[in-house]
């Protein structure tokens, strides 16, 4: 599978807003994004924004892949099989990149970002009702069980990201057991409890046409 080894920070310059790609860094003054919030490149600073209906529809594609850290191979398989689903295309997409595993993971707190709760997941830390799942791209359903492996309780960056996000919260779909290192998917989200920043309605018209 590729893996983006340059810079994350290029990509939230590129999309001219911070994607919490490095997760409690981005919250700092250590965050390039703040330092240096103009597109990347030679000629980052004078770049303007394209303002056709096209480049509005492919930015905000773009923006989804990186946020949830997806190939286009995989966003697009991702958006076949939304269209397939019952519902609002958009809706039922953004619901099915939530439910990842390696999301969840993230979402719960068990990493301070979605590429580490990627390797996480790979690196077989966590179980899901009882069986060792080991890809992140796996579909959780309402009811699974997303549990640390009790060889993997003691590793640090569980407790460490746990304590970092103290406060936060979860979301409204997902149930957190702090003590247990585990958590519990309650049901489908809604659009309301996805706080992320894309108008996915774009990306339905742009694989439209």
């Not at 980052?44 to 946020?67: F, V």
């Amino acid at each position: 599978m590729a893996v983006y080894h340059d810079a994350r920070c290029r990509l939230c310059r590129r999309e001219g807003m911070k994607l919490m790609l490095k997760g409690a860094r981005c919250l700092t003054d250590k965050c390039a994004f703040e330092r240096r919030g103009y597109a990347p490149g030679e000629h980052g600073k004078s770049r303007r924004a394209k303002e056709t209906n096209y480049g509005q529809q492919l930015r905000e594609k773009q923006r989804a892949r990186r946020i949830y850290g997806l190939l286009e191979r995989q966003f697009r398989h991702t958006f076949a099989k939304a269209s397939d689903a019952k519902g609002v295309t958009g809706e039922v997409l953004l619901q099915m990149l939530e439910r990842r595993l390696d999301n969840v993971v993230f979402r719960l707190g068990f990493a301070p970002s979605r590429s580490a709760a990627r390797q996480l997941v790979r690196h077989r830390h966590f179980s899901v009702n009882g069986r060792t799942v080991d890809i992140p791209s796996f579909m959780t359903k309402v009811g699974d069980e997303i549990q640390v492996r009790e060889r993997s309780k003691e590793i640090a960056v569980f407790k460490n990201s746990l304590e970092a996000r103290k406060g936060q919260g979860v979301p409204d779909w997902v149930e957190l057991n702090p003590e247990k290192l585990s958590g519990r998917v309650l049901h489908i989200p809604t659009r309301a409890s996805i706080p992320v920043p894309i108008n996915e309605q774009l990306i339905v018209e742009l694989y439209s046409k």
